[in-house]
């Protein structure tokens, strides 16, 4: 089982200053989507201006968006367009009530690539918060295919639902990887840093963002004076390369790196809207009809059939609750010291 396997900190780093971007087609392509909206609210333009063949890719079926999310994420992105947040073409929602793992070793796709002006939709996988089980205090820990548990508590690990803007790209080198006999390859991550609004508002204090799911495990450290790379004493960090695709996150966004290579450029110096369904009011009206034993469906409200009869019941963990919770927890069971890279057997 993998959890937890962003490494801390990977979202930390300051913002880079920005060229100045000459307009593209692509540019244009928004502001005529923008355009075409012009004296509609966002709600009702993304309810009753949805395009027939974005229309087409609403369900839900595997590789199919539900409405509700796809609505939101559009007044998300039409808003900000309005408010000159955002110019990019292309704006992304993730619908975290759908299944992550289909088993087979098939991953359910629900994280969402829409481009109007070029009218292309891609489904894609996307990793969920793993989130943590605090023996004797609580559990709020999640499975791989499904998502019980949601919030925004610092060092939670939980995914949060709502509105995001992507912001700065960090790439960062990681170690050296054996590609075959003899033979290295440099491993370098990039990390795209969101910034939320109100429930995902510390976004940045949490260092949530979008990454590849891949990962240096059994790392040791390797003379290697001729590297770039090598500390003061000569060494490189080098270890086993693994693709975690299937896995869950510490709260981030997480995509395979086939498709992370694609996604990641798109959003170089062009910012650009993700919406993540459900928010906290949608997880507690979810709650309370399963509690009244009503289909959520008949009461007007959107989950995924399959996970929720997986779960039960979602649960939202707000930060004013859970922080606290943590705290006490931590404070009982402090981490070791951080232990020095051992060195590696092999030359």
Not at 290 to 307: D, E, M, T
Request: proline share 7%; with cysteine.
């Amino acid at each position: 089982m993998i959890a937890s396997l962003e490494p801390a900190g990977a979202g930390s780093g300051r913002v880079r200053h920005r060229r100045r971007r000459r307009p593209g087609i692509a540019d244009l392509g928004a502001g005529l989507l923008l355009a075409a909206i012009a004296g509609l609210t966002p709600s009702l333009a993304a309810e009753q201006d949805i395009p027939a063949w974005l229309g087409a890719h609403v369900g839900d079926g595997e590789g199919q968006i539900a409405r509700p999310v796809l609505e939101r994420a559009r007044a998300l992105y039409l808003r900000k367009l309005g408010e000159g947040a955002v110019s990019n073409p292309c704006y992304f929602a993730m619908d975290a009530t759908r299944p992550g793992d289909l088993g087979g070793g098939v991953l359910g796709r629900r994280f969402y690539v829409i481009c109007e002006a070029e009218r292309s939709f891609r489904a894609i996988a996307a990793g969920h918060g793993s989130g943590r089980d605090l023996k004797g205090l609580a559990d709020f820990a999640n499975g791989r295919r499904c998502v019980r548990n949601f919030g925004n508590a610092l060092d939670s690990d939980l995914t949060t639902g709502g509105a995001y803007v992507t912001a700065e790209t960090k790439t960062s080198f990681k170690g050296y990887y054996r590609v075959a006999s003899n033979h290295d390859a440099v491993f370098v991550r990039s990390f795209v840093q969101f910034d939320g609004e109100g429930e995902t508002a510390n976004a940045r204090q949490r260092a949530i963002g979008g990454h590849p799911a891949a990962l240096l495990r059994g790392v040791c450290l390797r003379k290697s004076a001729d590297s770039p790379y090598a500390n003061g004493e000569g060494y490189v960090p080098v270890g086993k390369l693994v693709d975690y695709s299937g896995g869950r996150s510490n709260g981030c966004t997480s995509w395979s790196p086939s498709d992370a290579r694609q996604i990641i450029p798109m959003l170089k110096d062009n910012p650009t809207t993700l919406y993540i369904y459900p928010e906290s009011g949608d997880i507690s009206a979810v709650a309370r009809a399963v509690a009244a034993g009503r289909p959520p469906a008949r009461a007007g409200l959107y989950w995924n059939a399959s996970c929720l009869k997986e779960i039960v019941a979602p649960k939202y963990w707000p930060r004013a609750t859970l922080e606290p919770i943590i705290a006490r927890y931590e404070q009982a069971h402090p981490a070791p010291p951080p232990r020095p890279l051992p060195i590696c057997a092999q030359p």
